[in-house]
């Protein structure tokens, strides 16, 4: 508490001594503390603690974009929301998130659970070619039952509403996606960044495209206006740590009210960049098991997914969205799956459109993935990038005419082969 000062190595243990919460599950004495700050993200200062107990991780914001300096101001009260996000997260999917030790709104700083190695951020792990067997099932799940569970169709409306009002002031965070997925990668924005010159002649036609541009424009009108429930809001590869038996989703910092298709479709983009990304990565061993395995991956996340969402729409239904009393008290069953086929639909066609543009950001806007980034030759690196832009346009503007993710999946794999 009092006024904010970030954190350092050296003076972390004596700001932080006291905090019971910490000394209790570290070690009470601050002096024999040992600590690493391993922040890679964008935004953060992220440290970890070990003491003669065991270890923790503290994570502080700072007052501006870490990726850019002091020259992009950005608020302390991402941590705020990160906090309520995790809270909600782990009531609604046990087990899914860091369990939360300790919270100082003034200092921005939130002390959580330590995912010790062999917890790898699932990026990295797709990166070096991993066949992480439970990823689907975990990510699948935790999506249906964060966002139906966040959602009127299962929450007491007044409750949703003043959650709604909570996270409504993330203002900064959701102006941050608002502009770099939605808008700069379309235009010669600033910030943005290509593989040059490789990319010039697609990145020139991709600008030049009115269906696409319009396509993004209504998807940013969608995620803007559409409050449809709780987003983790930045559900990417990176916001993932794994194990070969363990999934947990964290820096829910983006979180606000928005419509469930985006975190859906950012995850399955991430799954599907890392695709594109593995011919980079070959060396001297074929990646065609790895990219079979990442296709699986994506028609088993959205199964799960799907499945999931259904089980929850015919068992938790409480909300005031299609009342059973309209449906299943009046012998109509099948007007609630009806109801659901549509919603499942609208899921469908828009997280397509979402997770196209979600490619599109990572190569030509400021924030790049480590997939793409990491591939050392340059034309490798372009030529990889190339087909993912072309797979993501393809799906943002004929959303509406696909309709299995098979169909997306062999389309992935004609490009990719190109
Ligand atoms: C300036 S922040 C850039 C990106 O990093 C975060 O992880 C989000 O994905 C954001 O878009
Ligand atoms: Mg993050």
């Known amino acids: 508490t009092g006024k904010f000062e970030a954190l350092s190595v050296e003076t972390l243990p004596k700001r932080l001594g006291e905090t019971a919460a ?176 490789q990319l010039d002649g697609l990145v020139a036609e991709l600008r030049a495209d009115r269906n696409l541009k319009v396509e993004a424009q209504r998807l940013k009108h969608l995620f803007a206006a559409n409050a449809e429930t709780l987003l983790h809001g930045d559900l990417h590869s990176g916001s993932i740590m794994v194990t070969d038996t363990e999934t947990r989703m964290i820096d829910p910092e983006f979180a606000f009210y928005g419509p469930i298709a985006f975190d859906v479709g950012m995850l399955l983009a991430n799954f599907w960049m890392a695709f594109f990304s593995q011919r980079g990565h070959e060396q001297k061993k074929s990646r065609d098991s790895m990219r079979a395995y990442l296709l699986r991956v994506t028609a088993e996340t959205w199964a799960v997914f799907r499945a999931e969402f259904s089980h929850l729409w015919r068992t938790e239904r409480t909300g005031m969205l299609y009342q059973k009393s309209l449906f299943e008290d009046q012998g109509d069953r099948l007007g609630a799956e009806q109801a659901l086929d549509h919603m499942l639909g609208g899921i469908w066609t828009d997280l397509l459109g979402f997770a196209g543009i979600e490619v599109h950001r990572r190569i030509l806007g400021l924030a790049h993935n480590a997939d793409f980034e990491t591939i050392a030759d340059e034309n490798l690196r372009a030529t990889c990038e190339a087909k993912a832009l072309r797979f993501g346009r393809h799906i943002a503007v004929n959303r509406r005419q696909i309709h299995s993710i098979d169909e997306v999946n062999t389309l992935a794999a004609l490009i990719e082969q190109e």
């Open 22 to 197: 910490l000394s209790e599950r570290i070690g009470k004495d601050a002096s024999r503390w040992k600590v690493r700050e391993v922040g890679d993200g964008n935004l953060n200062l992220v440290f970890i603690v070990e003491g003669d107990k065991g270890a923790a991780v503290v994570k502080q914001a700072l007052p501006y974009v870490r990726l850019v300096g002091d020259s992009w101001p950005l608020p302390l009260k991402r941590s705020f929301f990160e906090y309520h996000a995790l809270t909600r997260q782990e009531r609604r999917a046990p087990g899914s998130v860091p369990a939360i030790y300790h919270f100082d709104e003034d200092q921005a700083l939130i002390v959580m659970e330590y995912l010790a190695p062999p917890h790898i951020i699932l990026r990295r792990a797709l990166i070096d070619g991993r066949e992480l067997p439970k990823i689907a099932r975990d990510i699948g799940l935790f999506m249906a039952r964060t966002l139906f569970r966040g959602s009127d169709l299962s929450m007491i409306a007044r409750d949703r509403k003043a959650d709604l009002a909570l996270f409504a002031d993330n203002v900064e965070l959701c102006d941050i996606t608002e502009n770099l997925v939605f808008s700069d990668p379309y235009f010669d924005a600033t910030m943005n960044r290509h593989t040059s010159p």
